[in-house]
């Protein structure tokens, strides 16, 4: 059955409800991917791979900052399946995330690694090549494995912090 608190906003204050914020997102977004790289137009295709490369060089933000910068990636490429409810969806999902996220970087000592932003970068790499070659099957793969990878740097930024500790009431 439904739990009742599922009609309101859900928030993100746990690791657990994070991993499956996370868990929802690897599934969303891997089939963005796919649509972005049928429909995407040869503009859509440049503006992916400038707000990839604006993101890389970002690389002294962290928390919050780094994960805003982050979304604007995936969002441009949620703008390019042309439905606009993948679009919706991925923005709302970028509000609540940013937002706790901001919060429970607040009650960790943990800093994002520079090998975390590295990865992260690498992976988008592979995201925008499979975008702009077409590859529909590549380039959902490569998200998902993008996100699957993301969910593991999360786990063990705030794994040991007070977040992993809280529980809900």
């Known amino acids: 059955l439904q739990d009742s608190t599922w009609d309101a906003p ?16 690897t599934h969303l977004e891997s089939i963005i991917a796919y649509q972005a790289a049928l429909h995407a137009t040869e503009f859509e295709k440049l503006h992916i791979e400038n707000t990839y490369r604006k993101d890389c060089s970002k ?59 590295k990865a992260k970068d690498a992976e988008h790499a592979a995201i925008v090549h499979a975008i702009l070659t077409g590859n529909p099957e590549f380039a959902q793969a490569e998200m998902k494995r993008h996100l699957y990878s993301s969910t593991e740097r999360v786990k063990s930024l705030f794994s040991s912090s007070a977040v992993s500790q809280q529980k809900e009431p």
Not at 10 to 25: F, G, H
Not at 71 to 96: C, D, E, G, K, R
């Open 10 to 25: 859900l928030p993100v204050k746990t690791l657990e409800q994070l991993l499956l914020c996370y868990d929802y997102r």
């Open 59 to 117: 690389f002294s933000m962290g928390g919050a900052e780094l994960m805003e910068s982050d979304f604007a990636f995936h969002i441009v490429i949620a703008q390019a399946t042309h439905n606009p409810f993948y679009y919706q969806a991925l923005s709302l999902l970028a509000q609540q995330l940013t937002s706790s996220f901001a919060g429970m970087s607040s009650k960790t000592s943990q800093k994002v690694s520079t090998s975390f932003i």
